[in-house]
């Protein structure tokens, strides 16, 4: 189904509702081989908007625990480690907040900026501590 909605017009990148997009929608639903799908087919990787701010926010957050596969799958097709944006500022303060230790370590060695600032906590300590 998801090949006749794109061959007929739809818009991979399209921006509305809870999650933003449909990469974001898929990252939340842990399904892999649909966010693959969709990065083939051109979405961008690092598109904002939604609850989680874009699909690399989503991997760490959505789920009680952050799905690492997925985040390096994301971060191998592109996505910005430190991007700023929705409730949780960035990746890092999401994974804080989901106290989520392992993805911590994970965003860390890839880049990510402990003492970045934004979203609802304001830093990945202040996630942490909350």
Do not use: F
């Amino acid at each position: 189904m998801i090949n006749l909605l794109l061959d007929k017009g739809a818009d991979i990148n399209a921006q509305g509702g809870r999650y933003g997009n449909a990469l974001q929608a898929a990252t939340v639903d842990e399904n892999e081989n649909m966010v693959n799908l969709l990065l083939e087919m051109g979405a961008d990787v690092n598109a904002q908007g939604g609850q989680y701010g874009n699909a690399l926010h989503a991997a760490a957050a959505a789920v009680a625990k952050g799905n690492e596969a997925m985040v390096n799958l994301l971060l191998a097709k592109g996505a910005a480690v430190n991007a700023q944006g929705g409730q949780y500022g960035s990746a890092l303060q999401a994974a804080a907040a989901k106290g989520d230790e392992a993805m911590v370590s994970l965003l860390l060695d890839k880049g990510a900026d402990v003492n970045a600032q934004g979203g609802y906590y304001g830093s990945a300590l202040q996630a942490a501590v909350a």
